[in-house]
């Protein structure tokens, strides 16, 4: 693991058909192994050091969970792909999802992950304007005729309401296939609002 202070690149291939139980072992050992080693005082920070995983949440133990934040401030990254947040152990699924800086969402999303994505993304204020429209009619009798005038009354009304930048409704049925809604994060913590991004572009 100490060959990553160097430029290469690297792919761990687990014959998890033969064995699942030590494929299982393996890939959490390289995970921990990669926290561990990127977070040490003699890793070679001029290079950035990122260890993909799929089907993260069978990998990720209270110890990565918990080293996300830290590789990030070591010029290193954990990209963690799963099918549902709750793949993750339910133990570590708020520390994972709170921790992880850049955040994407494709289409399929389950409604609860949406709910946790929509919460997260927050909530904006926008003008909601209402129109109205009313009209009426006036009867008149004046001793020598008699009679009615007709009048139209329209109002426009504006106000500032909160709303979701992205409801969980909004996420479920409004990314396409083939997109996905990404919210990116700086080093430092700040991050930006989710946007769609057409991935084959």
């Known amino acids: 693991m100490r060959d990553i202070n160097r430029p290469l690149r690297v792919r761990v ?3 998890e058909a033969e064995y699942p139980d030590a494929s299982v072992i393996l890939a959490r050992l390289v995970v921990s192994h990669f926290v561990q080693t990127v977070s ?18 069978r990998y990720v133990d209270d ?8 590789v990030r401030s070591h010029n290193a990254g954990l990209v963690l792909l799963t099918q549902s947040l709750a793949d993750f152990r339910a133990d570590v699924r708020e520390t994972v999802f709170g921790s992880t800086g850049c955040k994407a969402i494709f289409a399929g999303v389950n409604p609860d992950d949406a709910r946790t994505f929509s919460a997260w993304f927050g909530d904006h204020y926008r003008f909601d304007v209402t129109l109205g429209r009313s009209q009426h009619v006036s ?14 009354t329209r109002s426009v009304s504006v106000r500032q309401v ?3 930048r992205w409801s ?7 990314i396409p296939a083939g997109h996905a809604l990404i919210s990116l994060a700086r080093s430092s913590g700040r991050r930006g609002g989710p946007f769609l991004v057409d991935l084959r572009a």
């Open 40 to 57: 040490s005082a003699d890793s070679n920070r001029s290079i950035y050091k990122c260890l993909v995983v799929d089907e993260a949440g």
């Open 162 to 164: 909160e709303r979701p």
């Open 139 to 152: 009867r008149y009798d004046d001793g020598t005729r008699t009679g009615e005038t007709h009048g139209e």
């Open 13 to 15: 291939v687990l014959p």
């Open 168 to 174: 969980a409704s909004d996420i479920i049925t409004g």
């Open 63 to 70: 110890y990565v969970a918990r080293g996300v934040q830290r």
